[in-house]
């Protein structure tokens, strides 16, 4: 019998296809056939090792999002030109020995499962948020949550999950106007769900399972993460040690040659993702911040974020730190020389950090950042949150003392104990069975009797 072929479709953009691209890898170490399907703009950046890689139309083929100029031209275009091309590729393998099975789709595309009805195959929503935010949405799209959420003293209150207050909450549901079409976005998620076969989302049973339980009624999620490559938890996939998708270029060797020379846990670092945009206001208070720190500290800031540094602070700082552009965020998170890990709460970062058992300190920016960093503080005890002033900003005073609290702070070693075990919990849910592993194991074992049922009745 040939193995079941589904295809992953990400949205093109590097903390969508990570997760989707590895939940791939994971179901070809299963015995699955796996293509991912990405725009003509990023497929030059991916090397997929065991999955193969097909292009498909967003409308914009030399530029991707940047040539749209805005969210809603590029969704439209997207759609239009996405579900012709993905069509395209599905016929591509009708007639083969391995006719394409099911869909599995990033969220965000919703187009896709009506693209995999047509052709009468299946179609899986892949979320890359925790549940607790797609348990909060669940609530907006059902009308038991309306917009915008006002919030004054009182914390909201929503079955399964923790109190939120007006912090932890996604900023733009409570100014909705604010970003119309990343709302927009976010809703749509959940416009054709009921008709789905299945819903994954990239978290696991122990880190966030009654929450996911809490809108399984509308929002039917296996829980199938950390989906974090193999070699840094369960080591069963052969040689994954890296994503294979970089849309900029790391700088391993030079950070490594680095922490090489620094004493174990004595390092701080410091990156917000491939997409957030700091002010100049606040890169100038957390540079103060890690000067006047007793660590030494490695500091990813992008080319276009270079210019916000203040002035001299490089060179003030030779030896004690170091300035990349980008970097491995793995193999940083995994050195023995590294003790911290700053970050903006997104979830990839806040899932490798809970996988590679990093203590963090958080300093959320927008959307689903706000909600991560509470559960990092509050709900899994792995670090601490830097307070913001009335301007948004997280002063120098703050961020040093957030440092010091989780470098040598009273709480330190329980955040330390905290962090190493929700690592062996992470481990423990994607190996051989467990939580994660079984339900992975019952998607293919369901795709495999699919396909034996059509190969009958061809």
């Keep these: 019998m040939e193995p079941p072929h589904v295809i992953v479709l990400p949205y093109p953009s590097q903390g969508h296809i990570n997760p989707l691209l590895q939940f791939a890898k994971r179901l070809a170490s299963k015995g699955v056939k796996a293509t991912l399907a990405t ?10 090792g065991a999955v193969a890689v097909e292009p498909i139309s967003d409308g914009f083929d030399h530029g991707g999002f940047a040539e749209a100029h805005n969210e809603d031209t590029y969704l439209k275009s997207f759609r239009e030109n996405g579900s012709k091309s993905l069509s395209k590729l599905i016929w591509k393998y009708k007639n083969t020995s391995s006719p394409v099975s099911c869909i599995i789709y990033d969220s965000f595309l919703p187009w896709a499962l009506d693209v995999a009805k047509q052709h009468g195959i299946f179609g899986a ?25 006002k919030m004054e003293h009182e914390p909201l209150l929503l ?41 994954f989302d990239n978290s696991f049973q122990e880190l966030e399972g009654q929450e996911a339980t809490s809108v399984e009624k509308w929002w039917p999620a296996k829980l199938i993460g950390p989906m974090v490559p193999s070699a840094y938890l369960d080591g069963r996939i052969e040689g994954d040690k890296g994503y294979g998708a970089s849309l900029w270029k790391p700088l391993s060797e030079q950070c490594t040659s680095w922490l090489k020379t620094k004493p174990q846990e004595s390092v701080i670092y410091i990156s917000f993702g491939s997409m957030v945009s700091l ?15 007793n660590s030494y500290f490695l500091w990813v800031v992008r080319e276009t974020e270079r210019r916000k540094l203040p002035t001299h602070f490089v060179e003030s700082t030779n030896g004690k730190g170091l300035i990349v552009a980008w970097c491995n965020q793995l193999e940083l998170l995994a050195h023995p020389a590294v003790g911290c890990f700053v970050t903006h709460c997104g979830w990839n970062s806040t899932l490798e950090g809970l996988s590679l058992g990093m203590p963090m300190v958080a300093i959320p920016q927008w959307s689903d950042q706000m909600t991560d960093a509470k559960f990092i503080e509050d709900i899994w005890r792995v670090g601490v949150r830097a307070k913001e002033d009335e301007f948004g900003i997280a002063s120098r005073e703050e961020v040093l003392f957030c440092l010091k609290e989780v470098m040598e702070g009273e709480r330190s070693e329980e955040m ?5 075990k929700w690592r062996e919990l992470a481990k423990r849910a994607i190996d051989e069975g467990g939580s994660s592993d079984k339900a992975i194991d019952e998607f293919v074992k369901q795709l495999k009797i699919s396909t034996g049922k059509g190969e009958q009745e061809a």
């Design 279 to 293: 002010t100049s206001k606040q890169m100038a208070e957390i540079a103060w911040a890690l000067t006047c720190s």
């Design 416 to 420: 330390k104990r905290n962090a190493r």
């Design 159 to 199: 079955p399964g999950l923790p109190p939120l207050y007006d912090c932890d909450i996604p900023g733009f549901i409570k100014v909705p106007e604010s970003y119309p079409a990343y709302l927009a976005m976010k809703m749509n998620q959940f416009l054709n769900l009921d008709k789905a076969d299945f819903v």
């Design 39 to 48: 725009t003509h703009y990023t497929l030059r950046s991916i090397g997929a």
């Design 125 to 149: 929503s892949f979320f890359t948020n925790s549940a607790t935010v797609c348990a909060v949405f669940s609530h907006i799209h059902r009308g038991t949550l309306t917009l915008p959420v």
